[in-house]
C-alpha cells in the first residue's frame, strides 16, 4: 500500500502560495485495510476516509466513468491494480493533477509542473468535457492565479457550454464556485471566463447584468483586490455594490435577494446600498433617524464594523467631500450611541425607559447633525 500526497497541495507548495489543506490517494488499498488501521470512512460515492489523528483526507485511487448527465453522473471503481497515474488522469487541469509519494518523489504524467512554471491553466484529458461544473472550476482558478488558459481548453469549455451539461448543475453548487472565487484577489476574471465562454447567455442569465461594465474598471478592481483578504462576505456585498453604482440600486437589491449566499452576506450587501443611498441622498435629520435605526450598531456591532470598512473604502474611491461628511456623522452617532449608559437610564426610568432611550438617541443625532463640519 503507497501513499501520495496529491493536487492543490503540490500545486500550491511549488507556487510558494499557502497551502489550505492537504488531500492524499492511496494505491494498493482497500476499505477493509484502511478501516482496520483506525481510518474512518466518510465518502458516499466512493472510499474516502479521515486519518484517525491528523482528520486529513485520504481516497482510495480510484477511475470513473461517465454513465448520466450532470457532474454527479459518473460510476467510480477502486481496485488495488489502479495506478497513481490512473487517479492522476481522471483529474480536471494538469497544475492539479501531481502527486507526490512518501520519500518526495515528483509524479507527473501531465507535465502540470511545465504548465505551472508556463502560468498555463491546461485541461488533462479529453474527458474533461464530460464534468460541467470545471467550467466553473477553470474560472475559479483563473481568478486565483491570474494563469492564461490554454486555448485547446477554452475550446472544450465552450464544448460544454453548448451542450445541455450545465443544466444539471443546481444554482446552490454554482454559487459554491462563485462564494469561493469572491475569496480571490482578481475574482473580476472568474465572471470575464464565465461570460467569453457564455454561460451567461446559457443559464443564471441575471449574472450577465452584473458584468457589461468595462473589463479595467479601477473602481471595482482596486476594492476587490483590498477586500478579498476578509472574506468573501465582503467582496459579495462590493459586487452587488458595484452593478449598483454602475446600473440600478433597485436592480442589486433584486439580485441579492435571489442569490444563493449565507443570510449574513445577504444583510451586509443590502445595508450597504441602503446605508450608502442614504448617504447619497441625505436632506433631512430624520432621514438619519431611519438609518440609524436601521444601522443598529449596537445589538449588530459586527455588522456596523464590517459595514464601516466597506464604506470608507467606496468613499475614498468615490472621493466626493458632501458624502464623507455625512458618513463621518453617521459613524460619531453610532460612536455616541454606543457609548452612553443605558444601563443608568433604564434604573433611573424603570416604567419609561424605552422612551427615553429614543429620546437620547434622537438628542444625539439632532445635536451631532446640527454641527458644523468642515
Not at 475569496?183 to 454561460?199: A, N, S
Amino acid at each position: 500500500m503507497k501513499i501520495y500526497k496529491v493536487g492543490g497541495c503540490i500545486r500550491d507548495r511549488l507556487l510558494n502560495i499557502p497551502i489550505n489543506d492537504k488531500d492524499y490517494v492511496v494505491v494498493g488499498g482497500s476499505i477493509e485495510e484502511m478501516i482496520k488501521l483506525g481510518f474512518k470512512p466518510v465518502g458516499k460515492d466512493f472510499p474516502v476516509f479521515l486519518h484517525p489523528t491528523t482528520n486529513e483526507e485520504y481516497s482510495l485511487a480510484r477511475s470513473e466513468r461517465k454513465v448520466f448527465s450532470g457532474y454527479k453522473g459518473f460510476e467510480f471503481y477502486t481496485d488495488k491494480n489502479i495506478s497513481i497515474e490512473d487517479d492522476l488522469r481522471r483529474r480536471d487541469i494538469t497544475i492539479n493533477a501531481i502527486a507526490e509519494d512518501e520519500l518526495g518523489n515528483i509524479i507527473d504524467p501531465f507535465n502540470g509542473i511545465s504548465d505551472l512554471k508556463n502560468r498555463i491553466i491546461r485541461h488533462v484529458s479529453e474527458s474533461f468535457v464530460e464534468d460541467p461544473l470545471r467550467v466553473f472550476r477553470v474560472a475559479r482558478f483563473k481568478a486565483k492565479l491570474s494563469f492564461d488558459i490554454a486555448p485547446e481548453t477554452f475550446d472544450l469549455m465552450k464544448k460544454i457550454v453548448s451542450s445541455d451539461e450545465l443544466f444539471f448543475l443546481s444554482k446552490e453548487r454554482i454559487w459554491m464556485e462563485i462564494q469561493t472565487a469572491l475569496c480571490y484577489p482578481d475574482v473580476i476574471y472568474f465572471f470575464e471566463v464565465l461570460e467569453v465562454v457564455g454561460v451567461y447567455t446559457k443559464i443564471m442569465k441575471e449574472l450577465s447584468n452584473l458584468f457589461t461594465f468595462p473589463r479595467k474598471d479601477d473602481f471595482f478592481n482596486s476594492l476587490t483586490k483590498f477586500f478579498y483578504i476578509y472574506s468573501y462576505e465582503f467582496n459579495f456585498s462590493i459586487l452587488v455594490f458595484f452593478l449598483g453604482y454602475k446600473k440600478d440600486f433597485d436592480l442589486a437589491l433584486f439580485f441579492i435577494k435571489n442569490s444563493y449566499v449565507n443570510n449574513k452576506s445577504k444583510s451586509l450587501a443590502k445595508l450597504l446600498i441602503n446605508t450608502y443611498q442614504v448617504i447619497l441622498n441625505y436632506k433631512t435629520i430624520s432621514d438619519m433617524v431611519c438609518l440609524i435605526k436601521l444601522l443598529d450598531c449596537i445589538r449588530q456591532k459586527d455588522r456596523y464594523c464590517k459595514l464601516i470598512k466597506l464604506l470608507n473604502a467606496i468613499l475614498i474611491q468615490i472621493n466626493n467631500k458632501k458624502l464623507f461628511i455625512v458618513f463621518e456623522k453617521m459613524k460619531k452617532i453610532c460612536y455616541e450611541i454606543q457609548n452612553f449608559d443605558i444601563k443608568g437610564i433604564v434604573l433611573e426610568n424603570n416604567d419609561d425607559f424605552v422612551n427615553k432611550i429614543i429620546a437620547k438617541k434622537n438628542e444625539i443625532i439632532e445635536r451631532v447633525m446640527n454641527d458644523s463640519y468642515e
